[in-house]
């Protein structure tokens, strides 16, 4: 147990993602391809971290069904500690349902189902205690939302909290979330979220962030925004310095962005656990989300750390 490196906590779904040509208000339209695999915010970059080689362990609830029993063994594949993961007899394991179109949007909907069960007692404070970071992301119901409340006020100072909060916990705003962010080190966020949680744009809303004691704000701008006065896939800001990630060549054709933000999580963390600066991790990130998006699917394209390595000397030499 002392060599889990990342905890994760957070909720844990199957994933059924319907690619369509265009999102609709109302009507009908055709789906161009369906696939369904293992989901979760945090969860996502758990597995991404385990793939690339970090020691990586799991905290959440599934439900006794065929849908837990494959989110176990896909963690179980690249090697994530699952034992902190609880069963919740006659529950259903949770799900979303994903509608993405060719420009990239997507539209998602959650069941939650076994997710909504989970308490305090579930999770074991000396197993989450022992790792360098616990990698937070958001639950649909306010019951949860308390656990983690109260998580927070147990948890060692040594562990260093990593938080993507999601579209679901963004639009709560800066006051509800106070108390997490006042103990984050490292922020997730994309530029649409960001607008949500602070009313404010990526720059003025990551200063907001900081503020309210968040050590670091990592802003994901998608395929692209104008920053500075230049195009930028990021954003990372600290109480004393900015980077700016700039859009690498691309590595393939986009087919699903499902999960990206989630990879860029991954490659993120860790450039962070080797030492690695912040403009640095954002680029490891970047290669991380490009690879995972060029694959129908949550996780089907998460790298290696042998294929982010590749693609990192390449582009950056």
Known sequence: MSNIEVVGL????????????????????????????PGGSAANTIYGLAKLGISAG???????????????????????????????????????LCLSDRLGRRSLYVLPGANNL???????????????????????????FKVLLELIDRLDLSVKLSFAPGALYAIKGLKTLAPLLGRTYILFI??????????????????????????????????????????????????????????????????DTTGAGDAFAAGFLYGLLKDKGLRECGLLGDIAARLSIAELGTRQGFPTLGELAQHYRELYN
Do not use: M, W
């Open 118 to 144: 989970l308490t305090i007692d579930d999770l074991d404070l000396s197993y989450i205690n022992q790792a360098r970071i616990l990698h937070l992301s958001s639950f649909a119901d306010d019951r949860q």
């Open 10 to 37: 957070g909720a844990l779904n199957i994933d059924h993602i319907y690619k369509v040509e265009r999102i609709l208000d109302d009507g009908e339209a055709v789906v161009n391809e369906a696939e369904s695999s």
């Open 58 to 96: 799991f905290c959440g609830v599934i439900g006794d069904d065929a849908e837990g029993k494959i989110l176990l063994q896909d963690f179980q594949a690249v090697g994530v500690e699952s034992g902190q993961i609880r069963v919740k007899h006659g529950a259903k394991t949770g799900s979303v």
């Open 190 to 255: 994309n530029q649409n979220e960001i607008r949500q949680l602070t009313g404010e744009d990526v720059i003025v809303g990551a200063e907001s962030c900081l503020r309210q004691g968040c050590q670091n704000v990592v802003v994901t701008l998608g395929k692209g925004s104008r920053l500075r006065k230049t195009t930028a896939v990021g954003y990372i800001r600290d109480a004393e310095n900015e980077y700016v990630i700039p859009p690498s060549r691309d590595i393939g054709a986009e087919v």
